[in-house]
């Protein structure tokens, strides 16, 4: 800074000095709101506006939205924002009618969480951060459009989620016609018999709790009592995307258990297939697609029913290896497998080893045992390679389909409830983990695929040909795996007891949680437990005002705990007497709240017609937004920046909602995000004492390249930045310091956007010089007079304007707004060099800067002379004869003879070089005054003169 505004000589009066920076921009965001610039109209409804706008190509540009912490932003945080503003601003300039705006994540654990420990209401402390982080945001020069704002905390908005909600409810999956319907349209194929009803009872005979029992066997949106994740130190279930891989929550970092719940839950299951096809079609980064693909994990096998020995029931498994059968020699329950009850006999089988038994005295009690311990434990420790296997014999056996030996069932923690089908038919031949488990349990072993030679000890699980795999009625031997695999299916599938299928590791989305701070379902129950939706008429449903907010969380181990709702505390609320078309009755309120994913899952469509209190938006505003354009399977917003942390959870949602929201046809995209693009991540020097605790990084001083704080050596890491280690920089002691405008240089200009890099102070200071540079060139620091003048740029100073106007452009529009940076820097160095600056070379400068720094640009465009806003100029045009090689070199001879080179353009006419070379010097004196017979010219390579 000294260097720019020393004390000892008072800076010139009209320099761009920060608080100059700080007075042009304040005005000019006075100036934005006052004016609406950022407005973009919409075809029709309240937000209707100029036609010749609306007629423009569109886009729709969008960040994902903040979680408004108490802390406030840092500097990293509006990394994307600055990126989409300039890319908006960019295409605001280029001809189109762009949307862009910014609203507000509010619900959810982390705003509760802040709300406990602060003892206030979290709808409190929740607005009052959000009203902080629209101030930060602001000073930042964000070119949003303001009436489109909204937080997913107001009731004008999630009465939409909650409608939404009676959408997925009210709709099942019609696998064959391979989209969500209307439930109505099942209940009258059931009422005609066009769809067999489930059971033994037509749907007349049904009373209607078992109606509603089959129903939620097909909605979209349905409750039922399964193994949930439960987190007593949170209080509350958990997605399995909130679930981290060593089986903790994402957020807190608490155990978390299996437990048996009445939850609700979403079918995205239904969805599996097209939300791995319709990836495909979508601009996103490969890496974001591949963990969607994981997640979502398809793998194709068979189904394989097996008979339980003396009983009237069997045990289905999925293999993805049906090729194998012939050596299966026990099976696998999962310890919470419904059906480890009904097939344990009373007492241990004759032959039942005792390494089998756990010692317990019957089966029943080392299955009880087991399950006990198995409880205690996480889906990957349960998974872990090498791990010993465990288990019990269940006193059971089920008879192999294709060997026709009776095999024993076991319960092992193995295998899991949450996939296949929760059984398996182990195959120690193949299979090393069955290997593991046949080794210690004493089972046999049988391979079924010939692994290579000297193959011993271990499972095989390669490609080769069957052995051992043949009966009466069917043989593999010498079949590859694949062809093995689809004759065993053929013949399955033809005696019935078996079947191809694809298997998803993909789980359906728990989607209650126990908390206070959520959207509150639109469901009551009534006297007999039976779920009925809210009309839509009752919504939004509002979250009653309580005292207790508080979750109610446990001892983060203790898994034999179960939650409590908080709402389930206000008993005003949760008993209504309502009509619901039949009535006033009694019915008692669901008292679980939605998960913060929801408010999410839709916003996008929310910004396009925020206001609309008929329709979630209205059919032309998204058809104009969003709607697909020619040549694309689906629309969608044009470009979405955020995180890469939100691969999973957030985008597979929100795309699954779209996918509902199409099917029904409220919408006309099927996908919600067309490109999406992750920035990379502003990182900081974390400090560290002795101890290992962060010290204040703005109080580490630097010497001889080691650092210490008060006095004390202390260790340098790059890390994340933030308030718990200590090494924050806000976007607001920047934007004191040196402008916003400044700010946003350089934060585009520290790399590439989707890289992460560290955060430096000190070298904030270069792009301030840029900008003062760059004013400088326009404006006389001590009179503050505009000093261009109106003459023509020369050539050279044209083609260093149309490179930097080309180059830049082009940079902006692919999101390279670095090197854009970098032209423009080069562009204003050769201009700062010149003795005058053109007016016609001044104004495309300032265009050029405009999406980068807009404070100074509209500063410099009003002085420059214009009466409106920079922001819908038009972005200077490269002219392409500017852009080509500067020159080349002519070579003049004279009877063969090189005399002189000359530096030539390279579009030069025939007729001008000739004229050029004659005129030039050595020409003149090599010819010596003599005539000139012939000239030979290939322009603008060559003149040949023949004299005479
Ligand atoms: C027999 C077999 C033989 C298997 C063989 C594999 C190899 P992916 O590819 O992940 O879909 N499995 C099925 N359900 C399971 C569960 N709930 N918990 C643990 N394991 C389970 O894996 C599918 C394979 O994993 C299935 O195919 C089954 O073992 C096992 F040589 O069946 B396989």
Redesign the pocket.
């Known amino acids: 800074m000294s260097e720019t505004t020393s004390a000892a000589e008072p800076a010139a009066p009209h320099r761009y000095t920060a608080a100059l920076a700080a007075d042009i921009e304040a005005r000019w965001q006075d100036f934005w709101d006052a004016d609406g610039t950022y407005e973009a109209p919409n075809p029709t409804g309240d937000l209707a506006g100029d036609a010749e706008i609306v007629a423009r190509p569109k886009k729709f540009i969008m960040d994902m939205f903040p979680y408004p912490s108490g802390a406030g932003l840092h500097v990293g945080h509006p990394l994307g924002y600055i990126a989409t503003d300039v890319y908006a601003r960019y295409h605001r300039m280029t001809g189109h009618n762009v949307l862009h705006t910014l609203g507000f994540d509010a619900f959810g654990l982390p705003a509760e969480q802040y709300a406990v420990q602060t003892g206030t209401h979290p709808r409190v402390s929740t607005e009052a951060n959000i009203d902080n982080m629209k101030a930060q945001l602001r000073r930042l020069g964000l070119g949003h459009d303001k009436r489109r704002s909204f937080a997913t905390i107001d009731p004008d908005y999630y009465k939409w989620t909650q409608w939404i909600f009676l959408q997925i409810f009210n709709s099942w999956y019609d696998a064959d016609a391979r989209k969500a319907r209307p439930i109505s349209e099942l209940v009258a194929q059931f009422e005609s018999g066009e769809r067999e009803v489930p059971g033994t009872r037509a749907w007349s005979e049904l009373s209607e709790a078992e109606r509603a029992d089959v129903l939620g066997e097909y909605r979209l949106a349905y409750a039922s009592d399964a193994p949930v994740n439960w987190c007593p130190g949170l209080g509350t279930v958990l997605a399995n995307e909130e679930v981290t891989a060593d089986g903790r929550s994402e957020r807190g970092n608490f155990p978390v258990f299996k437990s048996k719940l009445r939850q609700w839950n979403m079918r995205i299951t239904a969805y599996a297939d097209r939300l791995i096809d319709d990836l495909d079609a979508l601009d996103w980064p490969e890496a974001i697609k591949l963990q969607q693909r994981n997640w979502i994990g398809r ?1 194709e ?1 068979a189904r394989v029913d097996f008979r339980v020995a003396g009983r009237d029931e069997k045990i289905t498994v ?4 049906p090729d ?1 059968l012939f050596g299966a020699t026990y099976m696998v329950l ?1 310890p919470e497998h419904g059906l480890v009850d009904t097939v344990v006999p009373a007492e241990w089988p004759q032959g039942t080893k005792d390494a089998w038994t756990a010692g317990a005295r019957t089966p029943a009690d080392a299955v009880a045992a087991y399950r006990k311990q198995a409880q205690s434990k996480t889906d990957v420790e349960r998974q872990t390679e090498g791990k010993d296997k465990t288990g019990v014999f269940t006193g059971a056996y089920a008879i192999n389909p294709l060997t026709g030996e009776q095999i024993p069932v076991f319960v092992a923690d ?3 409830m949450g ?2 089908t ?1 059984a ?2 182990a ?1 120690p031949g ?2 090393e983990r069955d290997w593991e488990f046949a080794t210690v349990f004493d089972l046999p072993i049988v391979r079924t695929v010939q692994p290579p030679e000297g193959w011993e000890g271990e499972a095989y ?1 390669g490609q080769g040909p069957a052995i051992n795999s043949a009966n009466a009625e069917i043989d593999l031997n010498g079949m590859e795996v694949d062809e093995a695999k689809r004759t065993v299916i053929a013949h399955l599938t033809e005696r019935g007891i078996g079947e191809g299928t694809i ?1 998803f590791r993909l789980r359906d989305w728990l989607f209650s949680r126990q908390r206070y701070w959520g959207e509150p379902f639109p469901i009551v129950y009534d006297e007999a437990g039976v779920a009925h939706p809210l009309p839509e008429s009752m919504l939004p449903l509002e979250l009653p005002e309580v005292e207790d907010y508080s979750p109610r969380t446990f001892e983060p181990d203790d898994a034999d705990t179960s939650p409590e709702t908080p709402l389930s505390r206000n008993e005003d609320w949760v008993n209504v007497e309502l009509d619901l078309g039949d009535g006033v009755k009694r019915y008692r309120r669901e008292t679980n709240t939605m998960p913060n994913w929801a408010g999410s899952c839709w916003y996008e469509l929310r910004y396009l017609d925020p206001h609309n209190s008929e329709q979630l938006v209205s059919a032309e505003a998204e058809q104009y937004w969003m709607g697909p354009r020619e040549g694309q399977p689906h629309g969608g917003v044009d470009l979405y920046v955020g995180g890469a942390e939100h691969a999973v959870l957030h985008l597979l949602y929100a795309r699954f909602w779209s996918k509902v929201l199409f099917d029904l046809g409220h919408i006309a995209s099927n996908e919600p995000f067309h490109k999406l693009y992750n920035q990379g991540m502003i990182q900081a020097f974390v400090y560290r004492d002795s101890r290992g605790i962060a010290v204040p990084a703005a109080e580490v001083e630097e010497r001889d390249g080691k650092f210490f704080h008060q006095g004390e050596p202390v260790s340098r890491v790059l890390g994340k930045m933030g308030k718990s280690l200590k090494n924050a920089v806000t976007p607001d002691e920047i934007c004191a310091e040196y402008g916003a405008d400044t700010l946003r240089l350089y934060e585009m200009a520290m790399g590439p956007l989707d890289v992460s890099r560290p955060w430096d102070t000190r070298a904030v200071v270069g792009q301030y010089r840029l900008l003062q540079r760059l004013w400088r060139n326009v404006v006389d620091e001590n009179t503050g007079e505009v000093t261009v003048v109106d003459a023509e740029p020369d050539e050279a100073t044209l083609r260093a304007l149309h490179k930097a106007v080309d180059g830049a452009g082009q940079d902006m529009a692919n999101l390279r707004f670095n090197t854009a940076i970098a032209k423009v820097t080069e562009l204003n160095n050769f201009v700062t060099k010149l003795s005058e600056v053109p007016r016609s070379v001044a104004e495309r400068m300032v265009l050029l800067v405009a999406p980068l720094a807009p404070h100074i640009a509209e500063e410099l465009w009003r002085k420059l002379g214009h009466s409106g806003s920079v922001v819908h100029e038009a972005f200077p045009v490269a002219d392409p004869a500017y852009l080509v090689d500067e020159a080349v070199t002519c070579v003049v001879q004279i009877k063969g003879k090189v005399k002189a080179r000359l530096e030539v353009p390279p579009a030069i006419s025939d007729e001008e070089l000739e004229k050029v070379a004659l005129a030039d010097p050595a020409v003149v004196a090599a010819l010596g005054g003599a005539g000139i017979r012939k000239v030979i010219v290939r322009a603008p390579k060559l003149v040949n003169i023949v004299p005479a």
């Open positions: 793998s096998g999925f293999t993805t290896r194998t999962a193995y295998v899991l996939y296949g929760g398996i038919m195959v193949q299979d699980g298997n």
